[in-house]
């Protein structure tokens, strides 16, 4: 489903993914995980068309993500390009990025009607479905701003899956929520997880999660893969020492 | 010359200085408008991923910005007709203050749409949004009220500015007062109404404007 060929990616003189080779398999829910700056969300941004690489390519489903056929010679994708590729792939971000000038329930119908070309009645009732599906039918009529953060974020993941993605990028979607709600996002996740074949790329620190979810987990550091295995091997028999004390380190932080 | 203020010579030029308050709230409106949706064009089209359109653009704001109104003004009404374009006084006048100021209002939408988050960007391209309704759906709708205020601030100033319409002979508030004044060689009475006319409006318009800064600040 995605693949990446030697992908090199630099900001300035730091070289952040160094010929970074990794495939994950349509279905497949593969998280990444390794020390701040080793390039994980770079890797789900590089997907979502938020960066460039510099060199090396990216495949998803079978079509080039960074290049294109262009009179028989293949060129850097143009926006066109990246535009057809870019509607099978969808992300949650950090931050959440909810419209707030709009409500949820438009925060959910926008791209569908825009986008999709769905009608505003099939648009919304497919919304109230995914909102029921992360526990907030009742806050369609509300704003963003009035949404605690959790439920923000589980909006977000609404959003995201209104557009039918085949892949769904997750970038720390926790991690800028209060502890107590934290749960409840993880809840709805490991619930898409489980009941959809949505493939699903996940940055993350909550190993107990990665656990629950992960077919498989990659390590990474310094933009490569140090070592990658199914969760139940990776946490708890790993072969560098670099994922131990690596993970030493993220149990200690808690 | 008699200096004692009289309420009877007050009576008498009331009615032409009302109609020159009606020209100066009119070119004042008619300019605002010119200023605020050429602004947001100009505003837009620096931002072009084409170079020569922005640079153009970017030419333009600063000659504009770095010459005085009246010279905008003189040049509408008497440099566009030798090129066949022969507007009235009050149009030509409408027209310079609009594209001065909209050079202006450009600088602050400029400042609104960058002060729009990243992640509102990002989030767009993640659901593929077409760039059309990326504006008009979110990025305007959040820039926007952010730059009410200045807006606000920049028509208190148009308006004060109009009597320079007078200039080209747009009979505004100054040009009625300044017309009885030479009449009946009585200055007193027409400029202090004059002056009131415009703290009538511009104040409250002020205070106004302030309140809105206020509750713009709170909802970010
Ligand atoms: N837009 C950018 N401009 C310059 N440098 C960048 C940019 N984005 C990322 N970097 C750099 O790239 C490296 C990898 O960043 P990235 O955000 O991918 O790391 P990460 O693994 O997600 O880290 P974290 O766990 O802290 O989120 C870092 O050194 C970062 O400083
Ligand atoms: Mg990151």
Redesign the pocket.
Known sequence: MIRFDKVVKR??D?V?LRELDFQVRPGEHVCLI??????????LRLLMTLERVDSGTIDVGGECLTHMQHRGKRVPADEKHLRTVRKRIGMVFQQFNLFPNMKVLQNLTEAPVRVLGLSRDQAEQRALELLEMVGLRDRADAHPSQLSGGQQQRVAIARALAMHPDVLLLD?VTSALDPELVADVLNVLKDIAKTTDITMLI?THEMGFAQDVADRVLM?DQGRVVEQAAPGKLFTDPDQQRTRDFLRAVLERR | MNDKWSWDYVAEILPDLLRGLLVTVQATALGAILAYALGLVLALLRRSQIPVLSQLTWAFIEVIRSTPLLVHIYFVFNVLPQFGITLSPLTSGVLAIGVHYACYTAEVYRAGIDGVPRGQWEACTALSLPRGRVWTAVILPQAIPRVLPALGNYTISMYKEVPLMFAIGVLDIVGRAQEAASESFRAVEPYTIAGLFFLALSYPAGVLVRRLERRVGYAQ
């Open positions: 900001f300035g730091n952040v390794g020390p701040s700056g080793s390039g994980k969300t770079t890797i720390e940055v990474f």
